[in-house]
């Protein structure tokens, strides 16, 4: 094969990737069906793997035809699919077009201990039954945040400038889309690895990839003994140092004619640059012997320990309540003890265990109920979705977040069991209520139940008042959202730590009234 094609074939392969990667991250038209998403993300690695522990099926399958490719041609996921890997490729593209000079790299040494201690990490926190670690540096999720909180922002402003500008011309052909949540510390912390990503990748090539990514490390080490590597033919390399300079893993010493492939992330821009053909992608025996690793012991204790103190950590801070916030006046504060998980996620501690917090359900929601948390589930729960009912409510005809999840945090339902998953229950609060402060007639919190688990019953003359039947609750947070009161609700979803079954209501067993989300509601 022509040298140069390689490297044309992975920017096809690619782009090819990206592309429809990106879209379902940003998409907020909801175009794709859920099942054509579950495919365009099929090869990303740790979503699939972790989702096939829980329910494995064809679908889940993506992560062993990552090995397999990677036992073969070594670390391709990392050069063509993975979509944080082409986006740190643009940024180092812009860097050398910024640079008066061409951009130069030159041999980098393995920081061995700091690969595997950021491996280590977040495969032991999983184990203690915690995806922090693993939602934290997992590039998919990473790449997915910053989408979801950069691009899909942008996406969302120019559709609304196009719909002010073809409606003031009355052509009605877009509709402008309102987000309904800011949550800035969550968006801090997608923005503080979003300039570690940048930085990186401006000025040091895939250093992140090779350094920080625990499934570049993974595959690495997989990549060492591929069939097809990168080598150095001795006899026709000039020794020019050429290929080093171009190589943006910092993975050729060029003075010792060697190739590290567990960095390699085979973009072959060397095999292209090469005057000599000196540098070859070729069939090589893959367990060819090395030099013998050295373990130390020392190093494995520190991280287990590291481990173990992270998850009590996460205990201490996830008794942190959270206060919900206030707009206006009413008396009794309140404090929601649990977060709302998903529906599908049927336990909060089930769902924190598995999500890697890549916000594919947050940008998929129709109602925006799915917001980002920060220390709702606790310190090791940073950054996994939880319903925010201040911004939305879970409309009872969708389940479009189970259907995406490509982790299997979120498990797929169908619609009627989904009617019935009681994700937590309504708590009333008389004091706050404006029929009890105002003396005035009010139900939208019962208007907008949707299986009437909400309810009015009388109060005082001809006034009606609420009252919950939490048998019937599913815990959708209609009634939270639509309540007017300020600056504390006066009815509010307190969650389930374990999921519940709701009973179906025969007063209300009759088709639902749905919700039109698009329409302002109700307050």
């Not at 590290?260 to 025996?285: H, W």
């Amino acid at each position: 094969m022509n040298t140069s094609l390689l490297r044309k074939i992975r920017i096809v392969l690619s782009i090819l990737f990206i592309i429809p990667t990106t879209f379902v991250l940003v998409d907020f038209t909801r175009i794709l069906p859920e099942s054509t998403i579950n495919w365009i993300i099929y090869f990303q690695f740790v979503p699939s793997l972790i989702k096939s522990i829980t329910l494995f099926s064809l679908i889940t399958t993506g992560f062993i035809l990552v090995l397999i490719l990677t036992s073969l041609f070594g670390r391709v996921y990392c050069s063509t699919i993975c979509p944080l890997g082409f986006f740190q490729d643009m940024i180092n593209f812009i860097s050398g077009k910024i640079k008066k000079k061409k951009r130069r790299f030159i041999f980098k040494k393995e920081q061995k201990i700091l690969r595997w201690t950021l491996f280590a990490i977040p495969v032991i926190i999983f184990l203690f039954g915690s995806s922090f670690g693993i939602s934290l540096l997992e590039p998919y999720s990473i790449y997915g945040r910053i989408a979801g909180n950069f691009f899909r922002p942008v996406l969302i402003g120019g559709n609304n400038l196009v719909s002010s500008i073809l409606e003031s011309y009355k052509i009605y052909w877009a509709f402008p889309y309102e987000i309904h949540a800011f949550n800035p510390v969550p968006f801090a912390i997608t923005a503080l690895f979003f300039g570690l990503v940048f930085y990186l990748s401006f000025t040091k090539g895939r250093l992140f990839c090779n350094t920080v990514c625990p499934v570049g490390t993974f595959l690495g080490f997989i990549s060492k003994y591929s069939f097809y590597k990168i080598r150095i033919e001795k006899d026709d390399c000039l020794n020019c140092g050429i290929c080093a300079k171009d190589c943006k893993a910092n993975c050729i010493n060029s003075d010792e004619m060697s190739v590290d492939m567990s960095r390699c992330v085979g973009c072959f821009n060397c095999v292209q640059s090469c005057p000599t053909e000196g540098i070859k992608y070729q069939f090589a025996l893959p367990f060819k012997k090395e030099s013998n690793p050295v373990f130390d012991e020392s190093k494995r204790n520190f991280l287990v320990a590291t481990g173990i103190y992270l998850a009590s950590f996460s205990t201490i801070i996830g008794q942190v309540k959270k206060k919900i916030v206030a707009k206006k006046e009413s008396t009794i504060p309140i404090f929601r003890q649990n977060a709302i998980s998903p529906p599908g996620s049927t336990s909060i501690k089930r769902f924190n265990s598995r999500c890697t917090a890549c916000h594919l359900c947050v940008s998929a929601c129709p109602t925006q109920v799915l917001q980002p948390s920060f220390l709702e589930y606790g310190f090791l729960g940073m950054l996994q979705p939880r319903l925010d009912n201040y911004a939305g409510f879970c409309n009872f005809e969708c389940k479009i977040c189970s259907d995406v999840c490509p982790t299997g945090a979120i498990l797929p339902l169908k619609l009627e069991e989904k009617k019935l998953v009681q994700l937590g229950k309504a708590k009333f609060v008389k004091e706050n209520c404006i029929v009890e402060t105002e003396k005035t007639d009010c139900g939208a919190c019962s208007e907008h139940c949707p299986t009437k688990a909400v309810h009015m019953i009388p109060f005082e003359g001809k006034l009606l008042i609420p009252e919950v039947r939490e048998e019937y609750c599913i815990g959708c947070g209609a009634c939270e959202f639509a309540c007017p009161t300020k600056p504390y609700k006066s009815i509010y979803i307190e969650g389930n730590v374990i999921h519940q079954a709701a009973k179906l209501n025969l007063e209300n067993a009759g088709p639902q009234k749905q919700v039109d989300y698009k329409e302002e509601f109700p307050f």
